[in-house]
């Protein structure tokens, strides 16, 4: 468990930062997400409205608050963040991410925005 939590800080750390390029980006949805999460926000992206990994627009104010996890499965592990946010203090989203061990690595297999009661696998998959 304590492996899919450092998976999950390494991303957030990466996504949150402002140094990143947009290079640096796409090396990092390739890097966290699952193939089959990856291949459905390629197909899907446009229709997603903001950053996956936080389902937020500006992802850089966001602060972990706490983390915890629960480990479902030998290799599924679900790791939930709670976040605050640095300009917006009465913000502060939850977010679960569902962990697939991929290998000898942890990957993100969908990403459950709690407080919008949303999903990123099923938005990604919506049908026009």
Not at 71 to 95: C, E, M
């Amino acid at each position: 468990m304590r492996a899919a939590e450092a998976t999950v800080r390494e991303a957030i750390s990466r996504d949150v930062s402002t140094t990143l390029t947009a290079d640096d980006k796409r090396d990092d949805l390739k890097r966290f997400l699952t193939s089959s999460l990856l291949k459905s926000f390629n197909k899907g992206a446009r229709d997603f409205d903001g950053d996956p990994f936080t389902g937020s627009q500006e992802p850089e104010y966001f602060v972990i608050r706490s983390l915890s996890s629960i480990q479902q499965a030998p290799s599924r592990v679900d790791v939930t963040v709670h976040f605050g946010n640095s300009t917006v203090p009465d913000l502060q989203p939850v977010i679960r991410y569902e962990m697939t061990a991929v290998g000898d690595r942890w990957q993100m297999d969908n990403i459950v925005y709690v407080t919008d009661k949303q999903n990123l696998r099923q938005t990604l998959n919506r049908k026009h």
